[in-house]
């Protein structure tokens, strides 16, 4: 997950910092490097988008596929996953768990306005990747059409891509 993104600074290094871990950020996306990483580092926690984390598991080099026993020492470390920025396929989904095999798997696609820790669901033993968390009472989360004034619109089902979802927590802050 690149820095420029919130979760990233606020959801994956600062939580690292506090809690006495180690962050390891690569420079580029260079998935041989990025696997060799995981596995000298002992990487425990990988929070990625869907199509890095098909890339980790299937270069596109079919020569390149790496063996099961292979994936094994890259991910055996691995306890934790996270994915971000776009949905994740079912194909996908049961290939991160049976390939990495991490204790807890998270959804925390479309999250971003919320900040998904204390929502998240572990999808471990679920087989739907398009959960991604408890109901939150506190915050009033609605879909919206895209530049409508109308605050009571509500957007038809399958009309999702011409929306975007709105988020109004109970206690606003204000810098001073």
């Known amino acids: ?10 959801g994956n290094l600062l939580p690292a910092f506090v809690t006495g871990g180690t962050y390891v950020l690569l420079p580029h996306s260079e998935l041989d490097v990025a696997r060799q990483v995981i596995a000298e580092e002992n990487v425990t926690y990988l929070h990625e988008a869907p199509p890095i984390y098909k890339k980790l598991l299937d270069p596109d080099d079919e020569s390149e596929r790496p063996s099961e026993t292979e994936d094994r020492e890259v ?14 396929s079912e194909e ?23 900040f998904p820790p204390y929502t998240m669901l572990n999808l471990r033993n679920r087989d739907d990747p398009t959960v991604f968390g408890y109901a939150e009472a506190s915050n009033d989360m609605r879909i919206v059409e895209i530049g409508s004034r109308d605050p009571t619109a509500e957007v038809e089902p399958g009309r999702e891509e011409k929306s975007s979802s709105t988020v109004t927590p109970p206690v606003r802050s204000k810098a001073t």
């Open 1 to 10: 997950m690149p820095l420029y993104h919130t979760i990233a600074v606020h």
């Open 92 to 114: 996908l989904f049961a290939d991160i768990k049976q390939r990495i095999d991490p204790d807890y798997i998270y959804n925390t696609y479309g999250m971003t306005e919320i």
């Open 75 to 88: 991910f055996e470390s691995v306890e934790t996953i996270a994915t971000a920025a776009s949905p994740m």
